[in-house]
């Protein structure tokens, strides 16, 4: 069986290193906020041109505690409202709603499965005060337009870099992060962050995730318990200096799929071939999804669907019901994300493309 995304596999290269960062660790008592997440901050900002790092529980809260950040500094209040994909992984819209704002959503562009630019300001009323935008898969969005917009209407713009380690990013300054193990750089348990180059922010998040307080015992915000775990900072500091080495493999995954899978029941994804891609799934289409997803495990390979359901026909999201994202709903029902990660052999990329060729 070729596994969706053999995470143990990823993680075997690192073993030995990460027993010996257990060991260390273990030597020292520190379990709390010590030097692997001061280090790995710095190595991760530095990594993504950023000057500062913020390390956090989780990639929802490294959200929620950046919005919380803006309210506290008075840039957001309560009700306002923050523009977000449609078609997002359901965290995204549950961090606009856990900080107290609204989330307004918008439309994919049907190719690139990321925000449209172009129905945005449809969607801008008075109440507007941000953007959350998503690089859906690990593809860039179309940040020259967004920032244009966000500049003509004085938005806030935040990145969900979830999905998204080792982008050449550009546009905003603010992006968040998860580490959950099967992410681009994924750690051994929760664990996110959020890079800024708002020395303010970042000193604000920090406080807020260590129960709004900066120095002990003394509490200038009402803050929460989010901190990024001392042992997973050491775990990622290990796996960082690969991540754009396996982030070119997932590209040389994706380019193999892009050019030998020819079957006209299937659509490719859009990639304009640069690095604006880190392929964090590579996703299909097809109009009889559920049969061709049978159909390849019956062949042995397992796929996986991002995502089954919409976030506004989620139970949970009941106040959205009523609401059409017809493209959206019919990417909800087509999708199919084929095994993808810098492990995959070059056997098992070959007959994951002559499976596909055959249906
Ligand atoms: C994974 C993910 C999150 C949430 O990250 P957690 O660490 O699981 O909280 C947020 N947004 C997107 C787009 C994601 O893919």
Redesign the pocket.
């Known amino acids: 069986m070729i596994k969706f995304l053999d995470i143990k596999a990823i993680n075997e290269p690192f073993e030995v290193a990460f027993q010996e960062k257990l060991k260390n660790f273990l030597a020292t008592g520190w379990y709390i906020l010590g030097d692997e997440v001061k280090a790995f901050e710095e190595e991760f900002s530095a990594y993504c041109g950023s000057k500062y790092c913020v390390g956090v529980g989780?990639?929802?809260?490294a959200?929620i505690l950046t919005f919380k950040a803006y309210m506290e500094m008075g840039n957001l209040k309560e009700g306002d409202e923050i523009i977000v994909p449609a078609n997002?992984?359901i965290?995204?819209i549950l961090?606009i709603i856990h900080a107290g704002l609204v989330p307004v959503l918008v439309e994919p562009d049907a190719d690139t499965f990321n925000i449209d630019p172009k129905q945005i300001e449809a969607k801008i009323s008075a109440k507007t005060k941000g953007m959350l935008i998503?690089h859906?898969y690990g593809q860039l969005a179309a940040m020259d337009e967004i920032m244009e917009i966000g500049y003509k209407y004085d938005l806030l713009i935040v990145e969900?870099a979830?999905?998204a380690h080792g982008l050449q990013f550009k546009g905003s300054h603010t992006r968040?992060f998860?580490?959950?193990p099967g992410?681009n750089l994924g750690a051994l348990g929760?664990?996110?962050a959020v890079v800024t180059n708002d020395e303010k922010l970042a000193k604000t998040i920090r406080s807020l995730s260590n129960y709004g307080s900066e120095k002990k015992y003394y509490n200038d915000y009402l803050g929460f318990n989010s901190r990024l775990d001392e042992l997973q900072a050491a775990f990622l500091r290990i796996k960082l200096p690969h991540l754009s080495i396996e982030n070119n493999k997932r590209r040389a995954v994706a380019n193999r799929y892009l050019s030998e899978i020819k079957n006209n029941k299937i659509r490719l994804p859009f990639y304009d071939g640069s690095d604006n891609h880190v392929f964090h799934l590579f996703v299909i289409r097809t109009e009889k999804r559920d049969e061709l997803q049978q159909y390849l495990l019956d062949n042995g390979i397992q796929t996986m669907i991002h995502y089954p359901v919409a976030p506004h026909r989620q139970k949970a999201m009941k106040d959205f019901h009523h609401l059409s994202f017809p493209i959206t709903e019919q990417m909800h029902d087509e999708v199919l994300s084929l095994p993808m990660s810098p492990v995959l052999g070059d056997k098992e990329i070959a007959h994951i493309i002559k499976t596909i060729n055959a249906y």
């Open positions: 989780n990639g929802l809260d959200i997002t992984y965290a995204s961090g998503v859906l969900d979830a999905q968040t998860s580490f959950y992410k929760d664990a996110g």
